[in-house]
């Protein structure tokens, strides 16, 4: 670190004593804000050991390295350089002592300010909202677009007229012009966010900065809605209805085909729908009672999602589980089959700490109760030993590896066996899970 400091303190003397500013292959400066010295005139060479200090101080600071993204963090290693740069004597043989220090002292001040923070997105779910109350995982809670503005009113997260003029709004009014601009910003910002979806996904996040928390808040989300659509006999399905706004709304799949001698019709098929299933009056709440373990389980996994330092009671097993939700919600959005077999896979394989096909059928046997001999399905045409040799030989391995022979086939019913097979493996890793509070190694996930 020191010997990165040194040349920019040198680099910063031969632009003082340089005529021309920037000079040959230097390119063209930039400017660091020096606070209340003004700003502070930099060239190629600098920025280049400012992304060298930046990885530096990346590398050996863990808990750095999962609250910020790597533009955020070279972006607040770039400002603490500004203000001690500035102040010091270039000549001073403690010059790079000082600097150090200073840029240290001043991360520590920027890292606790990040406090606590909220971030919402409009999103489908249901049919109709009716009865339907927040489902709370973890972080993340999913509510009736009219409750969430109930509950910023009440937090006071937004005003009352902004919040009259919004449900107006919704309500298919006309909104008059705002006389502040910033309150016809944010009014408009709420509108946007939510758009037409029934529902609003909320995440609370501590301690991380602005953009990594909306991206570890993003992804939470999603894992909420594969969570959710785990009640669901095939989630991917279910899925198709559950979706944030910022995933894109319906889609009307239209192909114009032509065959010699005959008129043709291009037809369509929709996917990304609007909403999901419909409850009946009371249904819902009866579900949710019954889902209520599913749901605490994914809730700590999502805590450890958003969580600042990744330092909790259960790292491995978190670690674990958050990868497998969340490539299943990858798999279950995945548009092509043969993909989709992969990603379901890779639920399995990560389940099983990436130990492969023996110790997937011992997770299977373990927490879903199947012998190598069992039969998957009632007809009895397919063994456990047998689907999972498949799946993984040649649904995985060879696809991954590019010498699969099938790529060109039909996938759908591989699709639909791994689907299911991750589905009963997540499911019943998860309940181990919350029935097991001190355990911690994921290994145990095989043992029955």
């Known amino acids: 670190m020191a010997g990165i400091i040194g040349s920019i303190i040198a680099e910063l003397k031969a632009i003082q004593a340089a005529e021309d500013f ?18 502070l005139l930099v060239n190629e060479n600098i920025e280049r050991s400012i992304t060298e200090l930046s990885k530096l101080l990346l590398k050996n600071d863990t808990a750095a390295t999962r609250q910020f993204s790597n533009a955020e963090w070279r972006a607040l290693v770039r400002k603490s350089l500004g203000p001690p740069l500035a102040s010091i004597d270039l000549d001073d043989p403690l010059a790079v002592d000082t600097v150090r220090k200073e840029v240290r002292k001043a991360l520590d001040q920027a890292r ?29 809670v999913i509510e009736a677009r009219h409750q969430w503005l109930d509950r910023m009113v009440a937090e006071q997260k937004i005003g009352k007229v902004m919040a009259k003029r919004i449900r107006r709004k919704w309500a298919g009014g006309k909104l008059a012009k705002r006389k502040k601009a910033v309150d016809q910003i944010r009014e408009k910002d709420v509108l946007t966010i939510v758009g037409a979806c029934p529902f609003v996904c909320s ?27 785990l009640a669901w006999d095939k989630p991917s399905s279910a899925l198709d ?5 910022i995933d894109q709304n319906l889609r ?16 369509s098929k929709l996917s ?17 009672g019954r889902l209520a373990p599913l749901f605490a389980a994914a809730g700590e996994v999502l805590d450890f999602v958003t969580h600042a330092t990744g330092r909790v009671s ?32 890779a639920v399995l394989d990560g389940l099983a700490c990436g130990n492969g096909e ?34 993984y030989g040649e649904g995985r391995s060879r696809t991954v590896h590019g010498t699969s022979e099938r790529l060109s086939q039909d996938w759908s019913d591989m699709r639909g066996l791994t689907e299911t097979l991750s589905r009963l493996a997540l499911l019943r890793c998860l309940h181990w899970f919350k029935e097991n509070s001190s355990e911690d190694d994921p290994a145990q996930l095989r043992v029955r």
Not at 114 to 120: I, L
Not at 125 to 140: A, K, N, Y
């Open 252 to 267: 009307q799949l239209r192909v114009l085909t032509f065959e010699p001698g005959k008129v043709t019709l291009a037809g």
């Open 358 to 391: 023996p110790e997937i059928r011992a997770l299977l046997t373990a927490r879903v109760g199947w012998g190598d001999d069992d039969n998957i399905y009632k007809s009895g045409e397919l063994k456990m030993k047998h689907a999972v040799a498949r799946l």
């Open 112 to 140: 606790s300010k990040n406090g606590d923070r909220e971030h919402a997105v409009g999103c489908t779910l249901f049919e109709s909202t009716d009865d339907i109350q927040p489902i709370r995982i973890g972080p993340v």
């Open 272 to 288: 990304h729908l609007p909403s999901g299933y419909t409850f009946k009056s009371g249904e819902w709440q009866v579900q949710a």
């Open 314 to 345: 259960r790292p491995a097993l978190n670690n674990v589980l958050m990868q497998a939700v969340l490539w299943f919600h990858e798999a279950c959005r995945e548009a092509i089959d043969a993909m989709a077999v992969v990603k379901f896979v």
């Open 203 to 229: 995440v609370k996040t501590t301690g991380l900065p602005p953009e990594s928390g909306k991206q570890k808040a993003i992804t939470a989300s999603r894992m909420a809605l594969a969570v959710v659509a």
């Open 22 to 39: 920037p000079g040959l292959n230097h390119g063209f400066p930039g400017l660091i804000d020096a606070g209340d010295r003004g700003s």
């Open 241 to 245: 209805g559950f979706r944030l706004l």
